[in-house]
């Protein structure tokens, strides 16, 4: 398992047990750290999962709104805890962090859902972070696509399709 994808998964472990737990902030380092060393013992860089705990806690409100806003016939409290926490992590990284290109923290987002969820968490994970993606700026949309000329040339890279 990739590396960030590992920190993800921690990270949604984390803020699981923590929200399970009702989100006490003494507990959430100790959570981490126990985290960490038990599903991801030698992990070389701890850093992301570490980021992307602190940084969905510290934003706790602004995330929970957008996840309101974007799925309005479920309250956040009726959320599962996998699904909504599964949200957290990608309403923070597809509408806040900007570190990945959004349709990459989309992807990641589905994947905890299908990994960690119930049968329809892909597709409410989908259909909740697809209906922010659609209302992003155009130019956050692009974040991380290659320049124009590049995305006209053909590629090598993307003829694996051909089968």
């Known amino acids: 398992m990739p590396n960030r994808h590992l920190s993800r998964s921690i990270a949604l472990q984390t803020l699981f047990e923590w929200d399970f737990r009702g989100m006490p902030s003494a507990a959430l380092p100790a959570i981490l750290e126990h985290n960490l060393k038990e599903f ?14 602190n940084d969905v806690a510290d ?63 892909g597709k409410f994970v989908n259909g909740v972070l697809g209906s922010l993606y659609n209302n992003l700026d155009p130019a956050r949309k692009e974040a991380g696509a290659p320049p124009p000329a590049a995305r006209a040339a053909p590629s090598i890279i993307h003829s694996h399709s051909q089968s």
């Open 59 to 121: 934003h706790l409100a602004a995330i929970d709104e957008t996840i309101i806003r974007y799925a309005p016939a479920w309250p956040i409290s009726q959320i599962t805890i996998v699904d909504r926490n599964i949200l957290r992590l990608g309403v923070w990284e597809l509408q806040f962090s900007h570190e990945v290109p959004p349709k990459v923290a989309i992807n990641e987002a589905i994947e905890l859902a299908k990994t960690f969820g119930g049968p329809a968490s």
């Open 40 to 53: 991801a013992p030698g992990l070389p860089d701890t850093e992301f999962a570490q980021s992307l705990v």
